[in-house]
């Protein structure tokens, strides 16, 4: 995929499959170590040993409208191509962890991309399910919790015109000051 924030839509979506309650996604930027680290918890169905043992075979899929399985195998290429590492933890019933780490300035680490647009698609096409989400560069980070949100929203929907405008901008406004115009 060319852009990290792509691998992350997909390996949430199948968080969203496992029918997890609550996926917590992670973005860090560690610009003394020079890396990138997503970590993409989830509390959904797990997976069975056999299952964890073939997920990063491209050949394997738990999808019966096709044969192939690509976005973890991608995943795991596109992180230790770089340098990096890439781990995937499961337990049946409990739920599934995934830690990839980019060499942030490597020259085959794809862009970051537009990790915005990707939370709030995860959050306004998934109400039902709670996410968290934290961004971090160095020292500053921010966080978006769809639990407190529905808290203080006392029953309005997430996707409701007024809140998708005020967690857009919100997710803007942050990940802005955080950047400070760099481009990860």
Not at 76 to 82: G, I, L, W
Not at 125 to 143: C, G
């Amino acid at each position: 995929m060319t852009e990290i924030s792509l691998n992350i839509l997909d390996i949430a979506q199948n968080s969203i499959k496992a029918e997890a309650k609550l996926v917590e996604l992670t973005v860090e930027v560690d610009t003394a170590k020079d890396t990138l680290t997503v970590l993409i918890n989830d509390d959904g169905r797990g997976m069975t040993p056999e299952q964890l043992e073939k997920v990063t075979d491209p050949f394997f899929t738990t999808r019966d409208t096709r044969s192939v399985g690509l976005g973890v195998p991608f995943f795991k290429d596109a992180a230790e191509s770089t340098g990096g590492r890439f781990e995937i933890l499961s337990e049946k019933s409990k739920g599934t962890w995934v830690t990839a780490v980019f060499g942030l300035a490597h020259i085959d680490r794809a862009p970051l991309g537009d990790m915005n647009a990707t939370v709030e698609m995860l959050v306004f096409y998934n109400t039902h399910i709670d996410f968290l989400y934290r961004y971090k560069v160095d020292e500053t980070e921010f966080s978006l919790d769809t639990r407190e949100i529905k808290e203080l929203l006392d029953g309005a929907p997430l996707d409701a015109p007024d809140v998708k405008a005020f967690i857009s901008e919100f997710l803007k406004e942050n990940s802005a000051e955080i950047n400070q115009n760099r481009i990860y």
